[in-house]
C-alpha cells in the first residue's frame, strides 16, 4: 500500500526550532516529488514547496521561502519540513503529499497531518 | 503567482440535487504541449487530509464515484456533484499546477439543505 506517514503533534514555545517528518513506503521514493501544505486553524490549503527526493531538487513559495527548509533523506524514505525559529502564526496542521506522476502534477498521496502548535 | 478564486464560498444542496462549483485562474493553466489543463479537485472532510478527486480538469481519480466531475479550459473551470450524498459534505479545493508555487483556491464548502 502507498502510504505517507507523519510523525506526531508537536507543542513548542516561540523562538524554538522544529523538524517534522513524512515516511513515504509502498512506492519508489525516489521517483516522486514530495510537497508540504500547510492549513491554518479553519482555514484553507496554502502550498510551501515541493522536493524530489531522487536528488533534492527543492522548489519554494516566496511566501514561506527563509522560512521553513524543506529536505529529505532518500535512504530511510523521508521527508522533513523543519523550522529554525518558530512563531506562533506557524500553529497550524501540516500535510505532507505526493505528487502523482511528475513535476507539474497534483498531489495523489496525502499524509495524515502533524498539528503543530506554538504557544508561550 | 497564479491567483486562484473560488465560486461560491459556500453552497446548501438537497440531496439528489446538482452542486456547481466555480474555479478560476489570474492566468491559463493549459499547457500547450500536450492540450492539458494544469487543474486539480480535492475534497476535504473535517478532520481529515485533502483527497484528490480530479486532476487534468477533468479526469477523475481512481475509486472517484463518477457523480463528480470536472469541465472547463483555460482560466474556467467547474467541478460539478451531479447528485449529492451525505457523504460528500466537505470543503472543496482547486488548485493549479502550471507554475510554482502550485497554489489552491480559498476553498467552497458544501452542505445540505
Known amino acids: 500500500e502507498v502510504q505517507l506517514v507523519q510523525s506526531g503533534a508537536e507543542v513548542k514555545k516561540p523562538g524554538q526550532s522544529l523538524k517534522i517528518s513524512c515516511k513515504g513506503s509502498?512506492?519508489?521514493?525516489?521517483?516522486?516529488?514530495i510537497g508540504w501544505v500547510r492549513q491554518m486553524p479553519g482555514k484553507g490549503l496554502e502550498w510551501m514547496g515541493i522536493?524530489?527526493?531522487?536528488?533534492?531538487?527543492?522548489r519554494n513559495s516566496p511566501s514561506f521561502q527563509g522560512q521553513v527548509t524543506i529536505s529529505a533523506d532518500k535512504s530511510i524514505t523521508t521527508a522533513y519540513l523543519q523550522w529554525s525559529s518558530l512563531k506562533t502564526s506557524d500553529t497550524a496542521i501540516y500535510y505532507c503529499?505526493?505528487?502523482?506522476?511528475?513535476?507539474?502534477?497534483?498531489?495523489?498521496?496525502w499524509g495524515q497531518g502533524t498539528m503543530v502548535t506554538v504557544t508561550s | 503567482d497564479i491567483v486562484m478564486t473560488q465560486s461560491p464560498d459556500s453552497l446548501a444542496v438537497s440531496l439528489g440535487e446538482r452542486a456547481t462549483i466555480n474555479c478560476k485562474s489570474s492566468?491559463?493553466?493549459?499547457?500547450?504541449?500536450?492540450?492539458?489543463?494544469?487543474l486539480a479537485w480535492y475534497q476535504q472532510k473535517p478532520g481529515q487530509p485533502p483527497k484528490l478527486l480530479i486532476y487534468?480538469?477533468?479526469t477523475r481519480e481512481s475509486g472517484v464515484p463518477d457523480r463528480f466531475s470536472g469541465s472547463g479550459s483555460g482560466t474556467d473551470f467547474t467541478l460539478t456533484i451531479s447528485s449529492l450524498q451525505a457523504e460528500d459534505v466537505a470543503v472543496y479545493y482547486c488548485?493549479?499546477?502550471?507554475?510554482?508555487?502550485?497554489?489552491f483556491g480559498p476553498g467552497t464548502k458544501v452542505d445540505i439543505k
Open positions: 492566468q491559463s493553466v493549459l499547457y500547450s504541449s500536450n492540450n492539458k489543463n494544469d
Open positions: 488548485q493549479q499546477y502550471y507554475a510554482t508555487p502550485f497554489t
Open positions: 509502498g512506492y519508489i521514493f525516489t521517483s516522486y516529488w
Open positions: 503529499a505526493r505528487h502523482r506522476v511528475g513535476f507539474s502534477d497534483a498531489f495523489d498521496i
Open positions: 487534468w480538469a477533468s
Open positions: 522536493i524530489y527526493p531522487g536528488d533534492s531538487d527543492t
